[in-house]
T-cell receptor, first 115, second 111 residues
Framework: DAMVIQNPRYQVTQFGKPVTLSCSQTLNHNVMYWYQQKSSQAPKLLFHYYDKDFNNEADTPDNFQSRRPNTSFCFLDIRSPGLGDAAMYLC??????????????FGPGTRLTVL | KQEVTQIPAALSVPEGENLVLNCSFTDSAIYNLQWFRQDPGKGLTSLLL?????REQTSGRLNASLDKSSGRSTLYIAASQPGDSATYLCAVPTGANNLFFGTGTRLTVIP
């Protein structure tokens, strides 16, 4: 089945220790997104890739970076995690056609704990 | 700036009841609206996508409506089951690719 996969499902890191979250997709979608969702809040977009073009949201902290080495994979790097970065990180994909926004498909998320 | 509101924030119903979840948005210049389900500690599952040209979309016991002019969408769940217990989120696109989410309605269906 075509899907969005996130690894690991649970990640524990120490304050200030870099961490990388992984997302892969078998949908062959050209857009991949990273969202942050804190407890009892709505998901908030951090950035997205349209093919190889990186699009950062204006209020995304510099501490968050992303890489997309190929169509299937996208990584979220948190350079120096703080306690406030503990959250669920959601990866999503969509197929953008003719400038139009199409349905987004989400992975199961990675729950990040910062000690 | 788009604002998306979902009322009520939480809802408890006995099993078998039909129910309606509400979503309102301030900027009606949207070209679709998406409803999601989120189980505790899990990712989002897409339920329905309504294009701006549509007024309704159905999937099984779910029916979503969209009224762009009034900035409202509803999600109707027929014959609710305990397995329907989850948080339901609506989302509208802003700009080219950003999804703007409501804060959700937490539904509990009591057996």
């Amino acid at each position: 089945d075509a899907m969005v996969i996130q690894n690991p499902r649970y990640q524990v890191t120490q304050f200030g220790k870099p961490v990388t979250l992984s997302c892969s997709q078998t949908l062959n979608h050209n857009v991949m997104y990273w969202y942050q969702q804190k407890s009892s809040q709505a998901p908030k977009l951090l950035f997205h890739y349209y093919d190889k073009d990186f699009n950062n949201e204006a209020d995304t902290p510099d501490n968050f970076q992303s890489r997309r080495p190929n169509t299937s994979f996208c990584f979220l790097d948190i350079r120096s995690p703080g306690l406030g970065d503990a959250a669920m990180y959601l990866c999503a994909t969509s197929r953008r056609t003719s400038g139009r926004f199409n349905e987004q498909f989400f992975g199961p998320g990675t729950r990040l704990t910062v000690l | 700036k788009q604002e998306v509101t979902q009322i009520p924030a939480a809802l408890s119903v006995p099993e078998g009841e039909n129910l309606v979840l509400n979503c309102s948005f301030t900027d009606s210049a949207i070209y679709n609206l998406q409803w999601f389900r989120q189980d505790p500690g899990k990712g989002l599952t897409s339920l329905l996508l309504i294009q701006s040209s549509q007024r309704e979309q159905t999937s099984g016991r779910l029916n979503a409506s969209l009224d762009k002019s009034s900035g409202r969408s509803t999600l109707y769940i027929a014959a609710s089951q305990p397995g329907d217990s989850a948080t339901y989120l609506c989302a509208v696109p802003t700009g080219a690719n950003n999804l703007f989410f409501g804060t959700g309605t937490r539904l509990t269906v009591i057996p």
